[in-house]
């Protein structure tokens, strides 16, 4: 009996023979719907009605490119001289955490439900959609790589929401008329995020799409939201606007990957029914700006670059440092930003040169496996020209080795430092970063007041205090550092927000490092 029948009288029978499975398979854009006997106007698009030949979009996995793939655009071609369909995802296979095809049967997977219990359904369509498989690739499913992706978007993306809800006293309003420049950069970042994310998901490239979120997310929290602290401490109506312009704008563009997260946020900020009932951002909505933005990347690529210099030293943050020197093509680009480098990476003060040879050379090598077809017999020519350093650079990008001129994907270039030890190359050999690591006394002396002051916060924080409480101190400072502290009292006073900064041996003290010992109440 046919099951679709509610009379039962119909029956349905088996076709006896079955010419091609694949065949079947093939035919279904215009079998499903009966066609060409039914339905012809809805196929066609005939009779002022919209086509639904070719399909618009088609995913599987890459083992079908020879089998369902393959047989659509078959017959498609031979009986409408078309393509079966405009789009095409073609993702690879899920394996399990062994290595083995993911099976029920094996349990070689983490448990589903756990996983959303504790990440969340959003964590595990983001790991998928931002893994190579959506590229042909195979995936490894582990818990790690899950977890990997709520520390790298679902978190930075939630804090910088929490950090809004917290710091703004009242409801942020949408504007984006700031002229802080870090306000500037957020916004003009995000128009550049907009752009990038239409283009990407317009084509079905989802994982250059997640990329491209993830970079924002890195910008939006560990730049611009970190470098505006004060700004929302102080209750800055621009910082608090900008933010909540930014967190609804991005909400939008991030639905389509991170639904439910961004379901909360855009709620929680607009306080409108749902993210997914409302528009796209259009580009005329956001001031557009790629100079500032790929000055600003630039800068970032500095204090990052610099940071690292610190680290592989083992000088701490806090410890102020004499000078950074930046080299590059243009330093003039990062005048305006000298004072927010300065004060990124502790150093009393930022040289910009544009003599990169002074503190560094770039070294040139022959790809001798993509220049050999080309050339022959001269590519050794030109590696021994190269070696002894008689390569030339062009203006046109190519290199002049020997007998040869070599493309510029026939050779790479890399900015190696002169001092090793103290300079490091920023990316794709855009300049030099070289770091003076000499530390006077008084230097010391300063670093030793900026480590009391955060041991000082943190004591304000345990011992109750709001983070806008006045308190009073009394200070206990081993011999030999109190002159130390004495010189930067004013300092730390008006960090933890003193009113009251008195050197002593206070009752009930707490020590705090360093045999300090302190005591703090509010004032």
């Known amino acids: 009996p046919n099951p679709d029948d509610p009379t039962g009288v119909s029956m349905m029978r088996r076709i006896p023979d079955v010419l091609d499975v694949w065949f079947d398979s093939g035919s279904m854009p215009y079998a499903q719907v009966h066609y060409p006997f039914e339905n012809q106007d809805w196929f066609d ?51 399990g955490n062994d290595g083995q095809k993911m099976s029920k049967s094996l349990r070689n997977y983490p448990d589903v439900t756990e996983v959303f219990d504790r990440d969340g359904s959003d964590a595990m369509r983001w790991f998928l959609m931002a893994s190579p498989i959506l590229r042909g690739g195979n995936l490894v499913v582990t818990e790690q790589g899950i977890r990997e992706g ?14 809004l809800a917290l710091y703004a006293p009242e409801k942020g309003t949408w504007r984006t008329d700031s002229t802080n420049v870090l306000d500037r ?8 995020l907009r752009d990038d994310l239409t283009a990407s998901l317009d084509v079905c490239d989802i994982s250059v799409a997640c990329d491209q979120l993830r970079q924002f997310t890195e910008a939006l929290t560990n730049w611009y939201v970190r470098r505006s602290r004060s700004r929302f401490w102080e209750e800055d109506a621009d910082a608090i606007d900008t933010l909540h312009t930014v967190l609804e704008v991005t909400s939008r563009l991030a639905a389509p990957l991170l639904p439910l997260i961004c379901e909360v946020i855009w709620r929680g900020v607009t306080g409108e029914r749902s993210v997914h009932l409302t528009d ?13 933005v790929a000055d600003m990347d630039l800068v970032r690529e500095v204090a990052s670059t610099g940071s690292s210099l610190r680290k592989a030293k083992k000088l701490r943050v806090r410890l102020p440092l004499l000078r950074l020197t930046v080299a590059v093509d243009d330093p003039q680009r990062l005048d305006p930003y000298r004072d927010l480098i300065a004060d990124e990476l502790n150093v009393k003060a930022v ?27 001269d590519v050794q020519a030109a590696i021994k020209a190269v070696k002894a350093g008689e390569g030339v650079l062009n203006a046109d990008g190519t290199l002049t080795a020997g007998p040869a001129v070599l493309l510029p994907e026939e050779f790479s270039s890399r900015l190696v430092a002169a001092d090793p030890d103290w300079t490091a190359a920023l990316a794709e050999g855009a300049g030099l970063v070289v770091l003076d690591g000499t530390v006077t006394p008084e230097l010391e002396a300063e670093g030793w007041a900026k480590d009391r002051i955060r041991e000082l916060q943190e004591l304000r924080k345990s011992s109750g205090l709001d983070v806008s409480d006045r308190s009073s101190v009394v200070i206990s400072v081993p011999d030999e550092q109190e002159a130390w502290a004495r010189t930067h009292s004013a300092l730390i006073a008006r960090e933890v927000l003193a009113t009251s900064f008195e050197f002593g041996d206070p009752d009930g003290a707490e020590e705090i490092g360093d045999g300090v010992r302190v005591a703090i109440a509010k004032a």
């Open 45 to 95: 698009g005939t009779g002022g009605q919209e086509a639904h030949f070719p399909g618009d979009f088609i995913v599987e996995y890459i083992g079908q490119t020879r089998g369902w793939f393959y047989t659509l655009h078959i017959l498609a071609t031979a009986l409408f001289d078309k393509p079966a369909f405009r789009t095409c995802v073609s993702h690879g296979i899920v394996l």
């Open 351 to 377: 040289e910009l040169t544009d003599d990169i040879a002074a503190h560094g050379r770039f070294e040139l090598t022959v790809n001798a496996r993509v220049a050999g077809p080309r050339i022959g017999k």
């Open 185 to 192: 950069y957020i916004l003009a970042k995000l128009a550049a």
């Open 150 to 163: 709520v520390r790298q978007v679902l978190l930075p993306l939630w804090n910088a929401y929490t950090f």
């Open 280 to 292: 796209w951002p259009d580009a005329e909505s956001l001031p557009a700006d790629p100079q500032l």
